[in-house]
């Protein structure tokens, strides 16, 4: 019997549809309500920001009660907590960065908040932490000491390492928004900085594609990278229009080979045994309340129509066609594949 493969989102996926230029369009759903969600629409796990479960000012009474009261919730639902973020960019002192702020105090409340996170990860059975360095970088490149900056984001990492000892932690790196320059822009940057903390093996990547595609590079083949190194422990799937702004589309909504190629990439490396599918999808503004979780089942559907075209490719004439260096034919064969052509 085929691999099952298991999906998640986080909360953020069902937005009120605010952008930079314009309020929000819906009504923000209640958190209770959301996970109720979950399930309905063919989800199994759940990803959170510390933030999404307690609020991130409240002491460790309150947190412990508050943690356990979600928990109780998710259980209720059948939901297992993929992975905990702290969410290191809203607050005032994460202003100038977190693990990168030039203020000490700034960086030791960035220290004390993961810390804090891994305590929320853990009371709600999750060993797998992902950190989104939003402004762990520059507007204008004399702020800050960019080689310094680099030591202080492995001392962060080995912080939360030796903090406990047996969680996972992911980098999910983007190239710029919020910031105009990332000071590890790319899953290759991030992974030569994993290397060399105290615990590789503790250490990997989530690739978004959307990221990857900002970066000018192919998600899939970033994919590819990551998981050789036995080191893609989760993906955030979703679509992106060229180099702008962070948009978050649905799944295979721009570039239906390029989907092709990241379902290809991770079934042929059995990811359903390494790790679970994120789908990190943003509903349209224009998108009515009733429909605002659409973009999180089709972005689930297409992956599962792209498995089912990755697992008929004829593999045999992909490798003929590979040994006689026919890429021309090779070409046509996927394109009249993903059409929903058989044969040659
Ligand atoms: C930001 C982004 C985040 C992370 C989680 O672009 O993708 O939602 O996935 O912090
Ligand atoms: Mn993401």
């Not at 310094?148 to 710029?176: C, F, H, Q, T």
């Not at 721009?254 to 990811?271: G, P």
């Amino acid at each position: 019997m085929a691999k099952k493969y298991r999906f998640s989102f986080g909360p953020w996926n069902i937005s009120p549809g605010a952008d930079p230029f314009g309020p929000p369009v819906r009504a923000e759903l209640p958190f209770a309500r959301k996970v109720r969600m979950y399930r309905k629409l063919g989800f199994t796990h759940i990803q959170l920001h510390d933030d999404d479960v307690v609020p991130a000012d409240w002491d460790a009474r309150q947190t412990q009660r508050g943690v356990a009261k979600v928990k109780k919730l998710l259980d209720s639902e059948g939901l297992t907590v993929e992975f905990v973020a702290p969410r290191l960019w809203e607050d005032p002192r994460t202003i100038d960065g977190a693990f990168t702020a030039n203020r000490p105090a700034d960086r030791r409340y960035a220290r004390d908040r993961s810390r804090r996170a891994i305590d929320i990860a853990r009371m709600l059975d999750c060993d797998f932490i992902v950190l989104w360095p939003a402004r762990e970088g520059t507007y204008i490149r004399e702020a800050k000491d960019a080689q310094a900056a680099i030591g202080r984001m492995v001392d962060a990492v080995n912080d939360m390492l030796a903090y406990d000892e047996s969680i996972r932690i992911a980098g999910e790196m983007k190239p710029n928004e919020p910031m105009d320059q990332a000071y590890c822009p790319t899953v290759g940057h991030f992974m030569g900085l994993a290397y060399r903390t105290s615990d590789p093996d503790r250490v990997g990547v989530l690739i978004e594609s959307a990221h990857s595609i900002l970066a000018g590079l192919d998600p899939a083949d970033d994919m590819a990278y990551a998981l050789w190194h036995g080191k893609l422990w989760s993906v955030h799937l979703n679509d992106q229009n060229g180099l702008k702004y962070d948009q978050d589309k649905t799944f295979g909504s721009v570039d239906l080979r390029r989907a092709f190629n990241q379902v290809w990439v991770l079934d042929r490396a059995k990811f359903y045994d390494i790790g679970v599918v994120g789908l990190d999808v943003k509903a349209m503004r224009t998108t009515k309340p009733a429909h605002q979780t659409k973009h999180l089942a089709n972005s689930l559907a297409m992956f599962n129509f792209l498995l089912e075209r990755v697992r008929s490719v004829d593999e045999e004439l992909v490798d003929s066609l590979r040994r006689s260096r026919d890429y021309e034919e090779l070409d046509r064969y996927i394109l009249g594949h993903l059409m929903g052509k058989s044969g040659k």
